[in-house]
C-alpha cells in the first residue's frame, strides 16, 4: 500500500533498568511550598518505573492550572496545552500511537469548567488513557475564584459574599458519561494513590482518577476533615471490590442501605455485619449510590468506585482501519480515476 | 414535422425546484453527460439552507446552473439561456436571472392556485402574459410522469418524484445528448427494481416527449471544445480537497489524521476520509471545533500529516488551538471552507470573508501561513502545497477554500501519482544534539515522536527558550522567538516559483484575486482586453506570505484592481504592506462574481483617468 515508511523504529529502554530517578527533570518544580501537588508527583514518579513501561513510551498532557504544569517535572514526553483541552490533545495522541501510554493531568476548573465537554466525551469514548484529576475546589493560578466543585456559601476573591452556585460531583458525572473506570484518592495518602494509580495504569480504556489535594495558600484545610489523624478515620470510608462498606477508627460503622435503596449509616454491631452494603466495583447501581455520599451526613469514599471492561476507541479505531484494509484495496491512483473518460 | 438542429456555442441552462424535486440530481448528471459529450464546462449548485422547506415555497427553492461550451468555460454564467422551473416558487425566485428572449420550461401542472399564491403571484405567470420577452414552453412534467410509470402502481409520491428525470430527459434531447451515463447511473443506485425502473421510464419518456411533442421546433448542437487531450474527470472543490490529502498522504509517507466537527460547508470532506479507511486514514469525528483542532494537534505531535476542516464559524473556535500549534511548532493544516457570516451568516452561501480572520484571528503575534484555492480543481494542488509546506516547515497552514468551489464542478485532468514530487519528511532521531527549538534552512524545529528514547522532551504554549524549549519569561528571548516566528513565513516566500501573470505583462491594469474569483476575473480580464486594454490577472495562492516579486509586478502596471467577495480584505493587506493604491471591488451577496460584474469594474477603472 505506502511506498515509503519513514517511521522509525527503536531498539526500546529496558523497563526493569528505570527507577523513580529516571523520571525527575532538571527543572525547578514551581509549585508552592506545601502544596499537595509535591506528593501526587513523588507518587506517580514512584509508580512509573513499576509498570513495565519504557521511559520514552510515556506521554503526559495537560491543559492549564497549577497541576498542568505537570509535564514539566516528568522525564517523558509531554504537552502542556490549552485550557481544558488535554483530553483532546491526548484522544489525538493515542488515536496516531495506540502503542503508548497516555496520562491526562487536569485540575478541577480545567476538567470541569472550561473543559467539561472534553472530560465528558472523553470517557464515554473510552479512549485508553489515564486522566488525573487535582480536585483542591479552588481556582489557584489565578488567585484564588470559586472552581465548580467548591461547595455553596465558598468566599472567593470573586464570590465575597459567598458562592451561589450548587458544586458539581465528579465522580457522578463520570459514571453519567459511561466511563469504564473512575477512583479517588488524596494526595497526603501516598500508599492508597500508589495503588490507585498501578489500577489506573493496567486498566484498558479512560482511567478517571480524582485526587483530592490541598492548596495551602487558596483553600487550606478544604480536605482537613478528611485528612486529619481525629477526625479522618469517621468522615472517609475506603471502598474495595467484594468487601462490606466499614468504616470507624475500629471499623465499627458500616453503610447499609434500606428497601428504596437509599444508604444509611449504622452500627456494624448491632446491625449485623451480613447485612452491609457489599461493593462491587463493576455494579454501575452500586457506584451511583456510593457516588452520592457527601460530608458530613456519609464518610467520603475513595478507591475504586468503577472498573468494568469495554474496548477503547483507539482500539476500535485500529480494527476498523484494519478491517477496510482486508476489504478494499484502492490506492490513490484509483480514487483520482474514478468516474475517468478520456480525450484523445 | 422535421426539426432543425441549430449549432450554438455556448448554452447556460439552470435547473430549478423545489428542494426535494432532485435539482441538485438533476444538474450533476446533466454535468457529468455534458463532460463526457467533450464540452467544457463550469457548474454553480445554489440550495437552501433547509433540508426540506414547506413545499412550494421561496425559501425551499433549489438551482443548479451549468454552462458548456465548445470554448473555454471560466464561470457557470451570469443569465442562463435556459430555465427549467420545476414550480411557480422556482420561477418567481429565478426568472430574474433568465436572459431576455431565453427559454422557459416551466412544469404546468405544479403551477396550482395554491402553489402560484405561495409564491406570491397574484395570477398564473404562464397565463396572465407577463412572460411575453421570454421563449416559454409549457409542459405537464408531472403528469406526464405519472403516466409514464404508471404500470409500475407505485404510491403516488414514489411516482412524482421521478418528475426530475423527466425533465432532465427533455434537456438531454434539447442538447442531443446520450442518456446512456445517466441510465447506468439510474441502475446503480436504485437498489429498488421499481424506483429504478420508474426513473428510467420517466427519462426515457421525457426524451421522447422533446423529441415528438410540437412544443420545440429545434433542437441545438454545442460542438466538443479544444481540450488537451488525456484522462478527465469531473470534480468538487470538497472532493479534490479529500483526493489531495490522500495524495499527500501518500507522497509524504505519513498516516492522515482529520479531527473534525461537522459544518457546512465543509463536512463532505470528513464525509470522504471516512470512507478511505483502507488507506490507513483516521478520521475522528470531534466533539466540537475545538476538540477537532485539538486532537489534530495530539496527532501532529505523534508523527500524523494532522488535518482538521471547518468553515468560519468554526475556524473563530479554533483560534486558541491554532494559536497552540503556531507555539507548538507542529505541522497542522486547518481547512476553512468559507461561508457568508458573521455568526451564522448564511450557511450555504459562499463568501470570501475570512481571510482577516484567517491572516489575524489569534491573540499575540501569531502569523499563520495562509493559502487559498482558486478552483475546484486547484483545491487538490492546494491541499497537497499546505500540506508540504505544514511538514517541511513545522507550521500551522490555513488553507482557504469556499462554499463556491466547494460544491460547484469542473472537469479536471487527472494527475499521475507517480508524477508527482514526493513531500520530503525527516524525523528526529539521534540523541546527540538534540534540541526541541533548534532550527534547519527553513527556521523549523525539529519533529521527534513520542516513543524515541533520548528524546523525551516537554513543549507547551508558554513562551519557550531558544533552542532548549524550556519555559522562559525572558524579555530579549521573547522578542526573539516573535521575531523569528514571522521570519519562518518568509522562509516559504524565498522558495516560491515565479508569479504567474494571466494576459498582459505589463500595462494599464492588474487586477489580483485570490480564490473562488478566478474564473470571473478571468474571464473578465479577457472580454476587456479583446478591446485593446493592457490587462493582467495575478490570482494568489499564498496569502501569507505574499510572492516577493509582488511589489514589483505591481509597478508594472498604472492601475490595480482587487475584486473580493467580502468588503475589502486582501486590498488592504496589499495597500498595509506595499503602499500602493489599489482600488477594492467588494460584493456581498452570497453569490459569486459574475464575469460582467467583472467587466463592469474594469472599465470603470480604466475610464476613471
Not at chain 2, 193 to 207: S, T
Request: glycine fraction near 8%; proline fraction near 6%.
Amino acid at each position: 500500500m505506502r511506498a515509503l515508511n519513514i517511521y522509525p523504529q527503536f531498539q526500546h529502554t529496558d523497563p526493569s533498568t528505570q527507577t523513580r530517578k529516571d523520571f525527575v527533570t532538571d527543572q525547578d518544580v514551581r509549585w508552592c511550598p506545601g502544596c499537595g501537588d509535591y506528593s501526587i508527583l513523588a507518587q506517580v514518579q514512584r509508580v512509573m518505573p513499576t509498570l513495565g513501561i519504557p521511559r520514552e513510551n510515556y506521554v503526559f498532557v495537560s491543559g492549564i492550572g497549577c497541576s498542568s504544569r505537570f509535564p514539566y517535572y516528568m522525564e517523558t514526553f509531554g504537552i502542556h496545552s490549552i485550557h481544558g483541552r488535554a483530553p483532546a490533545v491526548a484522544t489525538g495522541v493515542k488515536a496516531m500511537r495506540p502503542d503508548l501510554s497516555v496520562w491526562v493531568v487536569t485540575g478541577d476548573g480545567d476538567a470541569l469548567s472550561i473543559g467539561g465537554n472534553h472530560f465528558m466525551h472523553v470517557l464515554r469514548r473510552n479512549v485508553d488513557l489515564k486522566l488525573l484529576m487535582f480536585n483542591n475546589q479552588i481556582y489557584g493560578l489565578t488567585k484564588g475564584q470559586y472552581s465548580p466543585t467548591s461547595p455553596v456559601g465558598k468566599k472567593a476573591k470573586s464570590t465575597p459574599m459567598g458562592s451561589i452556585d450548587y458544586p458539581i460531583d465528579p465522580i457522578s458525572v463520570a459514571l453519567g458519561a459511561n466511563g469504564t473506570f473512575i477512583a479517588r484518592s488524596f494526595d497526603v495518602h501516598a500508599s492508597h494513590l500508589q495503588n490507585i494509580l498501578k489500577r489506573a495504569a493496567e486498566h484498558k480504556g479512560t482511567a478517571f482518577v480524582e485526587i483530592y489535594q490541598n492548596c495551602n495558600i487558596f483553600n487550606d484545610g478544604a480536605f482537613s476533615l478528611l485528612t486529619e489523624k481525629e477526625t479522618k478515620s469517621d468522615h472517609v470510608i475506603e471502598i474495595e471490590h467484594g468487601k462490606p462498606l466499614r468504616f470507624g477508627k475500629n471499623l465499627e460503622k458500616g453503610i447499609a442501605l434500606d428497601a428504596s435503596l437509599t444508604p444509611k449509616v449504622v452500627d456494624v454491631a448491632s446491625y449485623g455485619e451480613d447485612k452491609l452494603f457489599v461493593y462491587d466495583e463493576t455494579s454501575e447501581i452500586a457506584a451511583l449510590i456510593v457516588s452520592r455520599l457527601h460530608a458530613p451526613e456519609f464518610p467520603v469514599p475513595i478507591g475504586v468506585f468503577r472498573a468494568v471492561s469495554r474496548p477503547s476507541y483507539d482500539a476500535l479505531l485500529v480494527d476498523q482501519i484494519d478491517r477496510a484494509k482486508k476489504g478494499k484495496r484502492e490506492t490513490v491512483q484509483e480514487l483520482l480515476d474514478d468516474g475517468q473518460w478520456t480525450v484523445k | 414535422m422535421q426539426k432543425v438542429v441549430e449549432t450554438v456555442s455556448t448554452v447556460a441552462i439552470r435547473f430549478a425546484g423545489d428542494s426535494g424535486d432532485g435539482m441538485q440530481v438533476t444538474g450533476s448528471q446533466f454535468t457529468d453527460t455534458t463532460a463526457l459529450a467533450g464540452n467544457d464546462l463550469a457548474t454553480f449548485p445554489d440550495f437552501p439552507a433547509e433540508i426540506r422547506a414547506p413545499a412550494g415555497s421561496l425559501a425551499g427553492v433549489s438551482g443548479f446552473q451549468i454552462k458548456f461550451s465548445s470554448e473555454a468555460v471560466f464561470t457557470p454564467g451570469d443569465a442562463p439561456d435556459v430555465l427549467v422551473a420545476m414550480n411557480p416558487a422556482a420561477l418567481k425566485v429565478n426568472l430574474k436571472d433568465l436572459k431576455p428572449g431565453g427559454m422557459l420550461i416551466a412544469n404546468s401542472e405544479a403551477f396550482t392556485k395554491k402553489n402560484i399564491d405561495y409564491a406570491g403571484y397574484a395570477t398564473n405567470p404562464l397565463e396572465d402574459g407577463s412572460l411575453t420577452g421570454f421563449k416559454v414552453f409549457k409542459a405537464d412534467i408531472t403528469g406526464m410522469t405519472l403516466k409514464a410509470v404508471e404500470e409500475l402502481k407505485l404510491n403516488n409520491r414514489h411516482a412524482v418524484r421521478c418528475k426530475n428525470f423527466f425533465a432532465l430527459g427533455i434537456v438531454y434531447w434539447l442538447y442531443g445528448r446520450e442518456a446512456s451515463h445517466t441510465v447506468e447511473w439510474i441502475k446503480s443506485k436504485f437498489k429498488d427494481p421499481q424506483l429504478c425502473e420508474a426513473n428510467l421510464r420517466a427519462l426515457k419518456a421525457g426524451y421522447h416527449f422533446g423529441e415528438t411533442a410540437e412544443l420545440f421546433d429545434r433542437s441545438y448542437e454545442v460542438k466538443q471544445a479544444k481540450i488537451a487531450p488525456g484522462r478527465y474527470r469531473n470534480i468538487s472543490g470538497n472532493e479534490a480537497l479529500s483526493l489531495g490529502f490522500l495524495a499527500a498522504a501518500e507522497l509524504s509517507g505519513l498516516e492522515l489524521f482529520l479531527g473534525s466537527y461537522p459544518i457546512t460547508p465543509a463536512s463532505d470532506i470528513l464525509h470522504e476520509l471516512a470512507s478511505h479507511k483502507q488507506l490507513g486514514v483516521r478520521t475522528f469525528q470531534a466533539e466540537d471545533e475545538i476538540a477537532a483542532v485539538c486532537s489534530a494537534i495530539g496527532a501532529a505531535y505523534s508523527g500524523a500529516l494532522a488535518l482538521t476542516t471547518t468553515s468560519g464559524p468554526g475556524l473563530a473556535l479554533k483560534s486558541e488551538g491554532i494559536g497552540l500549534a503556531l507555539m507548538l511548532e507542529l505541522p497542522l493544516v486547518i481547512v476553512d471552507v468559507q461561508r457568508a457570516g458573521p455568526s451564522t451568516g448564511m450557511p450555504t452561501k459562499t463568501e470570501q470573508a475570512d481571510l482577516l480572520q484567517a491572516m489575524y484571528g489569534r491573540n499575540g503575534e501569531a502569523p499563520v501561513a495562509v493559502i487559498a484555492a482558486k478552483s475546484p480543481g486547484d483545491c487538490f494542488y492546494t491541499a497537497i502545497e499546505a500540506c508540504r509546506i505544514a511538514v517541511t516547515h513545522m507550521m500551522p497552514v490555513i488553507l482557504l477554500s469556499d462554499g463556491f468551489i466547494a460544491n460547484s464542478a469542473e472537469p479536471w485532468r487527472i494527475p499521475e501519482m507517480a508524477s508527482l514530487p514526493k513531500i520530503p519528511v525527516k524525523f528526529w532521531t539521534e540523541k546527540e544534539g538534540f534540541q526541541p527549538y533548534a532550527r534547519d534552512e527553513n527556521l523549523a524545529r525539529p519533529w521527534a515522536l513520542p516513543g524515541s528514547p533520548g528524546l523525551e522532551h516537554r513543549i507547551g504554549g508558554i513562551e519557550k527558550e531558544h533552542l532548549t524549549g524550556n519555559i522562559s519569561y525572558d524579555a530579549a528571548n521573547h522578542e526573539l522567538m516573535s521575531k523569528l516566528r514571522y521570519e519562518r513565513l518568509q522562509k516559504i516566500a524565498d522558495a516560491l516559483p515565479p508569479t504567474e501573470i494571466e494576459g498582459d505583462q505589463a500595462g494599464d491594469l492588474l487586477v489580483i484575486g485570490w480564490g473562488d474569483t478566478y474564473g470571473p476575473i478571468q474571464a473578465g480580464v479577457e472580454a476587456v482586453r479583446k478591446s485593446g486594454s493592457k490587462i493582467g490577472h495575478v490570482q494568489l495562492r499564498w496569502l501569507n506570505p505574499f510572492p516577493n516579486d509582488l511589489e514589483a509586478i505591481m509597478k508594472r502596471y498604472k492601475r490595480v484592481l482587487v475584486p473580493e467577495i467580502n468588503l475589502g480584505q486582501l486590498v488592504k493587506l496589499l495597500r498595509a504592506k506595499y503602499l500602493v493604491d489599489a482600488k477594492s471591488f467588494p460584493k456581498i451577496q452570497g453569490q459569486p462574481f459574475k464575469e460582467s460584474e467583472i467587466v463592469f469594474a474594469i472599465k470603470q477603472i480604466l475610464e476613471a483617468n
